[in-house]
């Protein structure tokens, strides 16, 4: 995306100023966390409140374990929409 802003609709950046929760999430703890999570997602879709979220924090450490929870818990939430932020966050 540096280079080519073509595509700038479809990334995370019309979305970054958006009032989010942060939830780090500890290397191998997202699947024990599951509960949490989904409950965080369904409390938030039910407020409905425009141009908020949450952003879920990864870093080197977690694995793609963590990554594949995280996936599973927006889809039990039935959280249809999403974005990865591989660039800056």
Known sequence: MAKDKSN???TFEPL???NYKK???D???AKENSTLYV???KSLK???Q???GIEFILDENNTYGDFVSLLNDMATAKQEAYALD???T
Do not use: A, G, Q
Request: proline share 4%.
């Open 8 to 10: 700038y609709d479809y």
């Open 16 to 18: 970054r100023n958006w």
């Open 23 to 25: 939830i780090k999430v």
């Open 27 to 29: 290397p191998l703890t």
């Open 39 to 41: 409950s965080e997602l």
């Open 46 to 48: 039910k407020i409905n």
């Open 50 to 52: 425009k141009e908020t």
């Open 86 to 88: 591989l660039e800056k």
